[in-house]
C-alpha cells in the first residue's frame, strides 16, 4: 500500500504488509504553516527552509502551498524537529503547528480541456496540456522537471495512457483524461485535465 497523507498525494510511503493495511499505519505526520498578512512564501522557499534544517529530502511529503496557508506532509520521526525549528521560509516568517490528525484534503480541482496532438508522447502532452513549444516541453523533461505517474521521466518520448497523471515541477499537474479516434489528419483528439490540490 503506498500512502502520503491525503489521497492525491505525489511523495508517497510503501508499506508491506501480510495483514490488511490502514492509513493510519502509515508514520505520516501534517505541518500547517501560516505567515502574516503579506505575500507568502512559494514551494522552493518552504523546501529550502526545511532542507536548510539538514533534513534530507526523502524524509518529506507533499508541500500544498495556498494564499495563506501551506501544509507540509513529513515522516513521524522529524515532524517535530521541523515545528520546532522552521521559523521561515525565504523571508516570510511562519507559525508551523504539527497537526494532531491529519487533514481531509479537498478533492482535486479539475479544469478540464480539448485539444489535437500528433501522438501520446509525453512532451507532445506536455506541450499541449501547458501551453509551451515543443522544444521548451522536450527542455523541462530532460532537465528532470517532469514525473509521469509520480516517478520522475527524462524521455520526451515516454508513452503516456489515458488516466495518466503528469507532474511538472513549478507549473502544474495533467492528467489525460480521454482519448478519442484519430481525425483524418492523423492526429489524436484528447481531453487533459489541469488540477491542483485545496487546502
Not at 3 to 27: K, L
Not at 64 to 92: C, P, W, Y
Not at 155 to 165: F, M, N, S, W
Request: proline share 5%; aromatic share 4%; glycine share 10%.
Amino acid at each position: 500500500m503506498l500512502f502520503g497523507g491525503y489521497p492525491e498525494a505525489e511523495r508517497q510511503i510503501a508499506g508491506f504488509s501480510v495483514a490488511p493495511m490502514i492509513e493510519q499505519d502509515f508514520p505520516v505526520r501534517a505541518l500547517k504553516l501560516r505567515w502574516p498578512h503579506q505575500t507568502g512564501p512559494g514551494h522552493r522557499d518552504i523546501l529550502g527552509s526545511v532542507l536548510g534544517l539538514g533534513i534530507q529530502r526523502q524524509w518529506v511529503g507533499d508541500i500544498l502551498v495556498d494564499k495563506e496557508k501551506a501544509v507540509l506532509f513529513a515522516s513521524e520521526t522529524i515532524a517535530r524537529h521541523i515545528a520546532a525549528n522552521m521559523t521561515q521560509a525565504g523571508r516570510v516568517s511562519l507559525q508551523v503547528e504539527l497537526l494532531a490528525v491529519l487533514p481531509a484534503m479537498e478533492a482535486a480541482q479539475g479544469t478540464p480541456f480539448r485539444d489535437t496532438v500528433s501522438s501520446l508522447r509525453l512532451d507532445a502532452l506536455v506541450a499541449s496540456g501547458l501551453n509551451l513549444s515543443r522544444a521548451k516541453a522536450v527542455a523541462v523533461i530532460e532537465t528532470g522537471h517532469v514525473k509521469l505517474r509520480h516517478v520522475q521521466t527524462l524521455r520526451p518520448d515516454a508513452r503516456v495512457e489515458e488516466g495518466d497523471i503528469i507532474s511538472v515541477r513549478g507549473m502544474g499537474r495533467l492528467q489525460l483524461s480521454q482519448v478519442g479516434k484519430p481525425t483524418r489528419k492523423d492526429r489524436l483528439p484528447v481531453i487533459l485535465t489541469r488540477f491542483g490540490i485545496g487546502l
